[in-house]
């Protein structure tokens, strides 16, 4: 489980859900921040703006307050001030060497679906650790996870994500499920023929044999995209998938499939990148912003 986590929080549902998700992922004796990130929208020339944000910090400070009481745990607070809130919490996650960052997401969200605002969807791009994001409503049916869904290909990014799926369940007693999704080669799209078809049927008994390998785990194997992996999932409590990590932190690389995955999932989603599977270090940025630490 996670020892350092920091959160995303708005004053909205969608931070008390991804301060409820976080507290569902973080080792008993970890440590957990919540962070606000102001916007930096006052121009110098005002001849009251230091007055304006010296209110915007007090209100903020009286917020972050209220919404720790509110949700009952045990969090330093950081009131945060900058153009760009998902670098501001990349920047806040590095400095405090932090291995998860719990993000909510849009409270327009539908039928619980972790719908992303731009602030959200922002953050899961260039992370430099592991993200998580919480589906609308999470805080209100929130419970130790039974079964832990993992999207599954053999790759390195995949037994990474295994790996977390592991730790997570060795402490909720949660069962595994992973999924494994074979689709057509890039070639054969627009030309399917009997050869690509028993390819295809070759791939797939592969990819069972190769589940059923792994030890305590369900596996499942399907047709399909990547992207369809959040309706394969759906009976999950947790998913979670791996991701590409590059530079000398193993920031998250996003593409297609992880954003929709975070767009379309109905559960909580975590997404890992490869580096944190033996290290969660990352170096201390440069200050950004105005902070105040509570």
């Known amino acids: 489980m996670y020892k350092k986590v920091l959160v995303g929080v708005d004053f909205r549902q969608g931070g008390r859900d991804a301060v409820a998700l976080a507290q569902t992922l973080m080792d008993p004796h970890g440590s957990m921040t919540l962070v606000h990130v102001q916007p930096a ?47 501001v919490l990349h920047e806040h996650a590095e400095r405090r060497a932090a291995d998860l960052l719990v993000l909510g997401s849009c409270h327009r969200g539908a039928f619980g679906r972790a719908m992303l605002g731009d602030d959200t969807r922002g953050a899961l791009n260039g992370a430099p650790c592991a993200v998580a994001v919480a589906p609308a409503g999470y805080a209100e049916r929130r419970k130790p996870p039974a079964k832990i869904g993992v999207g599954y290909n053999g790759s390195p990014d995949s037994e990474v994500a295994l790996h977390a799926a592991r730790e997570l369940a060795a402490s909720s007693g949660a069962q595994i499920a992973v999924f494994h999704l074979v689709g057509l080669p890039g070639y054969a799209y627009g030309a399917i023929g009997a050869a690509v078809l028993v390819n295809l049927e070759t791939r797939l008994e592969e990819a069972q044999k190769e589940l059923q390998e792994l030890d305590g785990v369900e596996g499942r194997a399907e047709y399909g995209l990547s992207t369809d992996l959040a309706d394969l999932a759906e009976g999950v409590d947790l998913l979670v998938v791996g991701s590409r990590g590059y530079g000398p932190w193993g920031r998250l690389v996003h593409g297609s499939t992880s954003n929709r ?13 490869r580096a944190t599977a033996s290290s969660g270090d990352a170096a201390t940025a440069e200050r950004a912003g105005e902070t105040v630490s509570v």
């Open 41 to 87: 929208q006052f121009l110098p020339s005002h001849r009251v703006t230091a007055e304006i944000a010296d209110e915007e910090r007090e209100r903020g400070q009286r917020q972050l307050e209220a919404e720790r009481d509110q949700t009952g745990v045990e969090a330093e607070l950081v009131l945060a001030q900058g153009p760009s809130p998902f670098r």
């Open 261 to 273: 995955l975070a767009r379309h999932t109905r559960g909580p989603l975590l997404i890992v990148p």
